[in-house]
């Protein structure tokens, strides 16, 4: 939707699907006036934490998956390979577009290793205690596409 309609453009609490468009068509067009710039700032602000909530959760899955396959040796899988090495793809990948997010990862590995812990203990069934509280991988070790951690 390209074109600027001269009627009330749409709220961005109403319709927000059509707000964006008209938003885009407006910038398109130079008209800075019409823009809702306070939304507009507030979305894009949101596109950035989009992405870093994005390394967060694929930290949390990566890492639940390399404990269950460090702690689970007899049961590991090639879901559980794919899991990981999809998990590492994705996080490069976004780190990729987005080279200022390269650092993020080890700021968020502290607070995402809990969730992967209870994930993992839930998972497996094997009791929380078994699992390290601090996490026994470094950031590289993560994200590095050959690590794999071995077996108790």
Not at 21 to 34: H, N, P, S, T, V
Not at 119 to 143: D, I, K, N, R, W
Request: hydrophobic residues 40%; proline residues 7%.
């Amino acid at each position: 939707m390209n074109r600027i309609e001269t009627k009330r453009p749409a709220g961005y609490d109403e319709d927000f699907a059509l707000w964006s468009a008209e938003q885009a068509a407006l910038l398109r067009a130079g008209q800075f006036d019409r823009v809702d710039q306070q939304h507009v700032a507030e979305e894009i602000e949101d596109l950035g934490e989009s992405q870093r909530s994005e390394i967060e959760s694929r930290m949390s899955v990566l890492l639940a998956h390399l404990l269950k396959w460090q702690l689970q040796p007899q049961a590991r899988s090639n879901r559980w390979l794919a899991t990981i090495v999809e998990q590492r793809t994705r996080i490069a990948r976004r780190i990729k577009k987005s080279p200022s997010l390269r650092p993020y990862p080890a700021l968020v590995l502290d607070e995402e290793y809990p969730v992967a812990r209870l994930h993992a203990a839930g998972e497996t069934g094997l009791p929380l205690s078994l699992f390290p509280e601090a996490c026994p991988y470094a950031v590289e070790q993560v994200l590095d596409p050959d690590f794999l951690p071995s077996g108790e």
